[in-house]
């Protein structure tokens, strides 16, 4: 229901009707500005805790979606990370300790290739001096025994590398998938907190617009909520008594079963005016433009309005309206 079309008529035909009465009070009616909580992401919804008309606190819960699908998302995030994490921990030791050993028997059996092949040039020498030997074996023998002490350098190399961690582009590149992981982590943690939705503040249960078991689209709202702080006074001022009210003013607001008149704030009024057409803009006629003014009420006195209720609004100056 348009309540704002309908109370701006109502004011309009009181305007008309009674002149003396516009300078006495302004027609309006109750608004509430609701706010919709949804869920991020698609799912069934498996549980609604709350009803409308109900009063809830900050942080109560308010409904449930299936999160299988971010559940084990969550486990797949938390697989990568430990992987991640055990990847860069084996780079920043080097070998384990059992391809150490390897590479130390392979280091032990060249030195003893090496010290042979020491003695057996060394008898060759002596045999090629006497004429015993030729030269070619001679030859033979001072290649091997070169080979051989190249091969200690080699693994002597091996060892020292082994003992290292891995070089820096490495470890960087292994701490940026630790900390990629680490993002993915976060962000199906986030998206699985996201399928139980709470209030974000006290407020009313306006209405509950799905219910357990139907499919609820991505970003499609569950509950609205109404805060109190949320609730405000809609009434309307004619062009002519424009003059006499600006923000900041306390107006009294008088409503049928709300007991006393009570006060409210106003914080805004409306650049546009609001008419009836068709009429001629002549000065005959400008007591018919009305503005559309917002007033918040006392917090203690929100949750006791209704949105469409109308009401009387007193202008600044004036005795209340009864």
């Not at 008309?53 to 109560?60: E, K, L, M, R, T």
């Not at 084990?72 to 055990?86: S, T």
């Not at 002596?126 to 030997?133: E, F, G, H, S, V």
């Not at 709202?221 to 109190?228: A, I, K, M, Q, T």
Request: one cysteine or more; hydrophobic letters at 40%.
């Amino acid at each position: 229901m348009d309540y704002g079309n309908f109370a701006a008529l109502a004011a309009l035909l009181a305007l008309a009707g009674c002149d003396s009465a516009a300078s006495e009070y302004w027609q309006g009616y109750i608004e509430g500005d609701s706010i919709f909580i949804a869920a991020p992401s698609a799912g069934a919804l498996t549980e609604v805790a709350v009803e409308e008309g109900d009063q809830v606190s900050a942080a109560a819960h308010l409904f449930s979606i299936d999160d299988e699908p971010q559940r084990a998302a969550e486990q797949q995030a938390e697989a990568q990370l430990l992987r991640a994490r055990a990847e860069l921990a084996d780079m920043e030791k080097g070998k384990r300790p059992q391809e150490l050993a390897v590479i130390e028997a392979q280091y032990e059996q060249a030195q003893a290739a090496a010290e042979l092949s020491s003695k057996q040039l060394l008898r060759t020498r002596d045999l090629y001096t006497n004429k015993l030997a030729s030269r070619s074996s001679l030859d033979e023998a001072e290649t091997t025994h070169t080979r051989n002490l190249r091969q200690i350098q080699e693994i002597e190399a091996q060892m020292s590398s082994a003992r290292l961690a891995a070089r820096s582009d490495q470890l960087e590149a292994a701490k940026a998938q630790v900390a990629a992981a680490q993002a993915a982590l976060r962000e199906a943690r986030w998206s699985l907190q996201q399928k139980q939705q709470a209030a974000p503040t006290q407020a009313l249960v306006r209405q509950v617009l799905y219910r357990p078991g139907e499919f609820v689209p991505a970003g499609q709202p569950v509950v609205e909520l109404l805060p109190p702080e949320r609730i405000n006074v809609r009434f309307f001022v004619p062009e002519t008594a424009l003059h006499a009210i600006k923000t900041g003013d306390q107006v009294s607001v008088h409503c049928d079963g709300c007991g006393a008149p009570f006060m409210a704030t106003v914080r805004y009024i409306s650049p546009n005016a609001e008419f009836t057409p068709p009429y001629i803009y002549s000065k005959e006629s400008r007591d018919k433009f009305v503005y559309l003014v917002k007033a918040w009420p006392n917090a203690d006195k929100s949750p006791q309005l209704h949105p469409g209720q109308p009401v009387d609004v007193t202008p600044p100056g004036f005795e209340a309206h009864e």
